[in-house]
Nanobody, 122 residues
Framework: QVQLVESGGGLVQAGGSLRLSCAASGSITSRNVMGWYRQAPGKQRELVADINSIGNTNYVDFVKGRFAISRDNAKNTVYLQMNRLKPEDTAVYYC????????????????WGQGTQVTVSS
């Protein structure tokens, strides 16, 4: 079983910064992708950014140049540094771990954190 514990959300003014952290524990396969998703009220959950176990990153367009994802494999922790925050970034942010079951196959298990609220005031 894998558990994800997020921290770092809160209330910030537009233009400010926040750093989210997500620590994973349990049986984690070495080939995995850790990422951040967000869900605003009335909207679907959407990908923000992810990073695989060798450090390759992926960002959606609306956060490029403002957010940075990183990870510490020794600590099984992923971070999301959010800069120049906008009111439209307000959402619950969820940590995700996609653990692939083998080195070459596509089968995986998805795990989710409980979510952390980020509120950006104008």
């Amino acid at each position: 079983q894998v558990q994800l514990v997020e921290s770092g959300g809160g209330l910030v003014q537009a233009g400010g910064s926040l750093r989210l952290s997500c620590a994973a524990s349990g049986s984690i396969t070495s080939r995995n992708v850790m990422g951040w998703y967000r869900q605003a009220p009335g909207k679907q959950r959407e990908l923000v950014a992810d990073i695989n176990s060798i450090g390759n990153t992926n960002y959606v367009d609306f956060v490029k140049g403002r957010f940075a994802i990183s990870r510490d494999n020794a600590k099984n922790t992923v971070y999301l540094q959010m800069n120049r925050l906008k009111p439209e970034d307000t959402a619950v942010y969820y940590c995700n771990l996609r653990a692939f079951l083998s080195y070459t196959g596509n089968a995986y298990s998805d795990y989710w954190g409980q979510g952390t609220q980020v509120t950006v005031s104008s």
